[in-house]
């Protein structure tokens, strides 16, 4: 049975994210963060809400992710999702901090982190 999965890399202003199965990317999408510094207070957290907010909305409807990026991208995605799209954060497999990989490095990284995944029925373990 092939299973498709997706992995997300992201930081505070980028996200890349790839859908594949066994054999190939199915799909690819890369978002970007919109600037609009204003000197209200707490703006820059408001962008990156909506910014994390995009994020979710592409990864709605695919059963098993894996998100990457920076430590603090990491922290702040996964605070922002379990918080505000807790529908969404049920379905990240798990968070690991990366470096900013090619999108071959990532998509074999997503192959080798499923494949140790779904060998351990779902279960997250250090890869």
């Known amino acids: 049975m092939i299973r ?11 996200a890349e994210l790839l859908h594949f199965d066994d054999e190939k990317v199915l799909s690819s999408k890369k978002l970007k963060a919109h600037s609009l510094q204003t000197r209200q207070h707490g703006s820059k957290v408001r962008n990156e809400h909506e910014f994390f907010g995009e994020v979710c909305d592409s990864l709605d409807g695919i059963p098993e992710v894996l998100a990457v990026g920076s430590h603090t991208a990491m922290a702040d995605f ?14 990240i497999a798990a968070y690991q ?4 990989p ?3 490095q990532l998509v074999a ?3 080798q982190f499923f494949l140790k995944y779904d060998r351990m029925g779902g279960k997250t373990s250090q890869v």
């Open 102 to 104: 090619s999108e071959n």
């Open 4 to 14: 498709s999965h997706a992995i997300v890399w992201l930081d505070h202003q980028h």
């Open 78 to 91: 996964e605070h922002y999702a379990k918080k505000h799209r807790p529908h969404i954060a049920k379905h």
């Open 109 to 111: 990284l997503g192959r």
């Open 97 to 100: 901090v990366v470096d900013h």
